[in-house]
Structure formats: C-alpha cells, structure tokens
C-alpha cells in the first residue's frame, strides 16, 4: 500500500536557519503530494501541494518540488522565524483518490 | 479558503458520558468527510471516512459501534463517542474535501478528555 516517510524530529534550529524537512514516498501511479502543518492545540493547515512530477509547490517562504525519480518531496525554507516552530506533515493521495496517506510528522522547534 | 469548524475544542467528562463532536464545513459542500484520532506527539490515525447520506466506512480496528459517525448533510458531520472511558482520551480531528483528488482542510481538532 501507499507510505510515506518523513524525517523523525524534533529538529531544532535558530532563527534564520535553512530548514529541510525529508520526505519520502511510496506509491501506485501518479500520487499528489501534500505538506500539512499543525501548530500547537490545532488542526492541519495545508501548506502546500503539487500534483504531477517536477511540480513545485510553495508558500510562506516553504518550497517542494515532486521528484518522481527519487520519489520525494522534501520541504525546505531559506530562513526559518520563531513562528515556523510546528509539526510539519507529508501526505500523499494515491491512484485511488481517497484517503490522505500521512508521514509520521516532524517537530521543528525555532529558537531566537 | 476553505473552512472547516469543529466542535467543541475542548471536553472533559466522566467515565460512561457520550461525547458529540461537531465537524462543518462553513463554506463549500463536502462530500466526504474524515474523522482522525491524534495521540500525543505522533501522527494521524484517520478513523473512518463518511460520504453524506451514506453509513460511513471504518477503518479496521475501530469499533463502529463505539464511534458514530453521522454525515446528514453536506456540510455536517458528527462523531459520538459512546459510554466514553479513560482509554478514549484523544484528540479527534476532522476534515472535509469536496471531491477526490482534492485538498482536504482540517478542523482544528477536539481534545477529549475522560475522567
């Protein structure tokens, strides 16, 4: 079946820090790709998608391009702030369309 | 964008007490919503997925009998928590999308807690 693998946390950086977040795949077909985040108390909030190979999705700063060679999805940020400090979420929807798929998550702790 | 409220946010009862937990979607109809069980510090169990006017489908290992899912309309559904016990304690999310393929947008969850 369908599986995603994100890199355990948590990850702990400084303010201004280049943030990635591995993530990686496994799947039937063409699968879209999906970066949640959860802040503290709170539900999952997309942060961004991308549907086919080489697709790049961003948003807040965050980027990650669908790599179907090496089947990943990894989430990067160039300069992390306090507020970024979340667990951050991989999911994926397969060929079958209907259930999220998600990776274990991954705590990142931003620090001043 | 799309908006998901559930409710409460927040109970805490005694042992044996049913829990309803509310989950709409504000401004889109939702064909499908998903309801997710979060243990501390780890990721998603997604519980069962519930198509409006159709009996939801559970996951295996959880007990239909114990988490109603009710999907009435398009932008309601609920999920009981029947004679709930210490071991429900948890945090339910739910989410709703309009069509496969599509984003899901989550609610921002319910912390149960059984006393």
New interface residues.
């Given amino acids: 079946g369908d599986s995603v693998t994100q890199m355990e946390g948590p990850v702990t950086l400084s303010e201004e820090a280049f943030l990635t977040i591995n993530c990686t795949y496994t799947a039937t077909g063409y699968p879209?790709l999906?970066w949640?985040v959860q802040y503290p108390?709170?539900?999952?909030?997309?942060l961004l998608?991308a549907?086919k190979a080489d697709d790049k999705g961003s948003n807040k700063g965050f980027e990650a391009t669908y790599r179907k060679e090496t089947t990943s999805f990894h989430l990067e940020k160039g300069s992390v702030q306090v507020s970024d400090s979340a667990v951050y979420?991989c999911a994926l929807?397969g060929a079958a369309?209907?259930?999220?798929t998600?990776?274990?998550?991954t705590?990142v702790l931003v620090k001043p | 964008g799309a908006v998901?409220s559930?409710h409460p946010s927040r109970v805490i009862c005694k042992s044996g007490t049913s829990v309803k937990i509310e989950c709409r979607s504000l401004d889109f109809q939702a064909t499908t919503m998903?309801w997710y069980r979060q243990f501390p510090?780890?990721?998603?169990m997604?519980m069962a997925?519930s198509n409006e006017g159709s009996k939801a489908t559970y996951e295996q290992g959880v007990e239909k009998d114990k988490f109603l899912i009710n999907h009435a309309s398009l932008t309601l559904s609920t999920l009981t928590v029947t004679s709930a016990h210490p071991e429900d304690s948890s945090f339910y999310?739910c989410?709703a999308r309009t069509q496969?393929?599509q984003?899901?947008?989550?609610?921002?969850?319910t912390?149960l807690s059984i006393l």
């Fill in positions: 879209s999906f949640y108390g709170e539900g999952l909030q997309l998608k549907t979420f929807i369309g209907n259930k999220l998600f990776g274990g998550g705590r | 998901v559930q998903f510090k780890k990721s998603l997604l997925t999310i989410s496969e393929n984003p899901q947008h989550f609610g921002d969850g912390r």
